[in-house]
């Protein structure tokens, strides 16, 4: 609703108190008052224009949110009931031509900056939509008692993954939801175990409890929606014995614009956008689709990356296609691929200089990966640090070529991991004994380039006992703003 | 007063009883479902057999994988056709 009475022509003022300019033009406001089509409006002190009973009341700052007021003084011009013109600040000239007055404000200074509105102090514009604005945020509003902390209630309400998370106010979430284009009631996916409709509000709040800026809410949006797809089967993933979790991999430009880390430490803590992204994604399952441990969570032992899992991968000096650009995307788009991994597994070479050496390491970790004996389970995500790297740079291997060389050294003779062998119980039923095994199924390992310069150290990441098509596949999915 | 926003999907899963136990198998029909985990076919065919010595009927279900719930067509076909439900439900 405009804050310009219909019909009203004339002008409008909106000043306040704790404001010099508005002050120093007080002769200006009573010589405007007294023409009577002038309506004023103070947002701090309705009484700080003696001369002047007919100040409006505006310290509810409604008429300057409707406005757009972002400066004081402000004067606007109505036809109508429709606003033709507006100045901010004082400027003398300018004030007498709009108001066709060519001796307003004769005796004080040409020219003064205006302040800052009260309306756009830091937090209020928040505050003013959610109060006067059509926010379109429908979540259920849960008060706060005065003495009640709300930390605590967040942890009381079963909201929290064990650490304490950002109270999700209506100002905090309204400003998460800024850094989306996408309407609030939109549905992002629906989310196992409940299969509850998620909107982006939802994804919205969750990310503020878990931590995010505005500017990661497009990836978080990109992770809950490759979640809520068929073939990642989040159901079975959470429902699993297994250790599996989404993990969140961000390729393209919007990692760097975000400041992700895809460097030292990249599989562990200290950035902010990792940490609170796959955590984010994990408060969606757990509150909006109602996975918690113990209930639908069926881990028998989980991992830490459960808390949230997310990393960008290495690009912009890679000697190798992108996770991305291998599964279909261009280089310059930014996406979210989700994989169903468990925990990190290591494999340190600090001697290979040839790629086939070094090939036959990374292998060496891979057959070991949920048991030795057992081919053709868990995917796997490869971890391959710059160090490494170098290795297949220097020798001119290209990714599909190491592809290539590492599917030799993940083949196996059946005869060797029967049931029984050496002496474990675990392993391939007879019937795979004249058979030559592959590690992982048709497209079941992924590869990624991340990790700090020094360190001769890889990492396997352990995928779902349950992929490929009977259960989980990795997942890619575009980030749009 | 410091307001919040509800994170949760506001809804309660709908919450059923179930039904009360039979007293007996006589007359009831019984499906026995393999929800696709290895060995599961083996605990079924034997609970077969051991129905099918006291006469009672059973029909065979698989669901297509262990990793997603039942499909509900499948769901639908149990219901329509059986009484009781016996599941396999792990390896």
């Given at each position: 609703m405009s804050a310009i009475p219909a019909d009203f022509s004339g002008f409008i003022v909106i000043v306040k108190r704790d404001c010099e300019t508005c002050q120093l033009i007080a002769p200006v406001l009573q010589t405007l008052a007294a023409t009577g089509n002038c309506l004023i409006y103070s947002q701090d002190d309705p009484a700080f224009l003696p001369g002047i009973p007919s100040v409006r009341d505006d310290r509810e700052l409604d008429v300057s949110y409707r406005l757009a007021i972002e400066i004081v003084p402000t004067i606007i011009r109505a036809d109508a009931g429709?606003?033709?013109?507006?100045?901010?600040?004082?400027?003398?000239?300018?004030?007498?031509?709009l108001t066709n007055n060519p001796g307003l404000g004769a005796g004080i200074a040409a020219f003064r900056p205006?302040?800052?509105?009260?309306?756009?102090?830091?937090?209020?514009?928040?505050?003013?939509?959610?109060?006067?604005?059509?926010?379109?945020?429908?979540?259920?509003?849960?008060?706060?008692?005065?003495?009640?902390?709300?930390?605590?209630?967040?942890?009381?309400?079963?909201?929290?993954?064990?650490?304490?998370?950002?109270?999700?106010?209506?100002?905090?979430?309204?400003?998460?939801?800024?850094?989306?284009?996408?309407?609030?009631?939109?549905?992002?996916?629906?989310?196992?175990?409940?299969?509850?409709?998620?909107?982006?509000?939802?994804?919205?709040?969750?990310a503020v409890m878990a931590g995010c800026k505005p500017a990661y809410l497009p990836v978080v949006l990109a992770a809950v929606e490759a979640a809520s797809r068929d073939e990642f089967c989040m159901h079975g993933v959470l429902a699993t014995t297994y250790f599996a979790a989404p993990i969140v991999i961000v390729n393209g430009p919007v990692a760097r614009e975000i400041g992700m880390n895809s460097a030292h430490n990249v599989l562990g803590q200290g950035n902010r956008a990792n940490a609170t992204i796959g955590r984010a994604l994990q408060l969606v399952i757990r509150n909006v689709g109602g996975g918690k441990p113990g209930g639908v969570d069926r881990?028998?032992?989980?991992?830490?990356?459960?808390?949230?899992?997310?990393?960008?991968?290495?690009?912009?000096?890679?000697?190798?296609?992108?996770?991305?650009?291998?599964?279909?995307?261009?280089?310059?788009?930014?996406?979210?691929?989700?994989?169903?991994?468990?925990?990190?597994?290591?494999?340190?070479?600090?001697?290979?200089?040839?790629?086939?050496?070094?090939?036959?390491?990374?292998?060496?970790?891979?057959?070991?990966?949920?048991?030795?004996?057992?081919?053709?389970?868990?995917d796997a995500l490869l971890v391959i640090s710059p160090e490494h790297m170098r290795v297949f740079r220097e020798a001119g291997w290209s990714k599909a070529r190491f592809r290539e060389a590492l599917a030799d050294s993940l083949t196996m003779d059946g005869r060797r991991i029967l049931?029984?062998?050496?002496?474990?119980?675990?392993?391939?039923?007879?019937?795979?004994?004249?058979?030559?095994?592959?590690?992982?199924?048709?497209?079941?390992?992924?590869?990624?380039?991340?990790?700090?310069?020094?360190?001769?150290?890889?990492?396997?990441?352990?995928?779902?006992?349950?992929?490929?098509?009977?259960?989980s596949v990795p997942v890619t999915v575009p980030v749009k703003s | 007063m410091t307001i919040l926003l509800d994170p949760t999907s506001e809804s309660q899963p709908a919450q059923r009883q179930g039904l009360s136990r039979p007293q007996s198998l006589a007359g009831k029909r019984v499906a026995l479902l393999d929800i696709s985990k290895p060995r599961g076919d083996v605990f079924l065919d034997q609970l077969e057999a051991k129905l099918g010595s006291l006469g009672v009927a059973t029909l065979r279900y698989q669901k297509p994988t262990f990793a997603r719930v039942a499909p509900a067509e499948l769901r639908g076909r149990i219901i329509s056709e059986c009484d009781l439900v016996i599941e396999a439900l792990a390896d």
């Open positions: 429709v606003e033709s013109q507006r100045l901010v600040g004082w400027r003398r000239d300018d004030w007498r031509t205006g302040c800052g509105s009260k309306s756009v102090d830091p937090g209020m514009p928040e505050k003013l939509a959610y109060k006067f604005g059509d926010t379109q945020v429908k979540a259920r509003r849960i008060e706060v008692a005065p003495l009640q902390d709300e930390h605590e209630l967040a942890f009381e309400r079963g909201w929290s993954d064990g650490l304490p998370v950002v109270p999700p106010t209506e100002e905090r979430v309204l400003r998460m939801l800024a850094g989306t284009t996408r309407a609030p009631q939109e549905i992002v996916g629906v989310i196992p175990p409940d299969f509850a409709p998620c909107s982006v509000e939802k994804v919205a709040i969750n881990a028998t032992l989980g991992q830490p990356g459960k808390i949230g899992f997310c990393f960008a991968e290495r690009e912009q000096d890679s000697y190798w296609e992108s996770l991305a650009v291998e599964r279909g995307f261009a280089p310059d788009q930014s996406t979210v691929t989700l994989f169903a991994g468990g925990g990190v597994h290591v494999v340190g070479d600090q001697k290979s200089r040839e790629p086939e050496s070094l090939t036959r390491s990374l292998a060496a970790l891979l057959r070991g990966l949920h048991h030795p004996k057992l081919y053709g389970g868990p049931a029984g062998k050496d002496g474990i119980a675990e392993g391939l039923p007879e019937r795979a004994a004249g058979e030559r095994l592959s590690k992982f199924r048709e497209g079941g390992l992924q590869i990624v380039h991340a990790g700090g310069g020094a360190g001769m150290w890889s990492a396997a990441i352990l995928g779902w006992a349950a992929s490929g098509a009977k259960g | -």
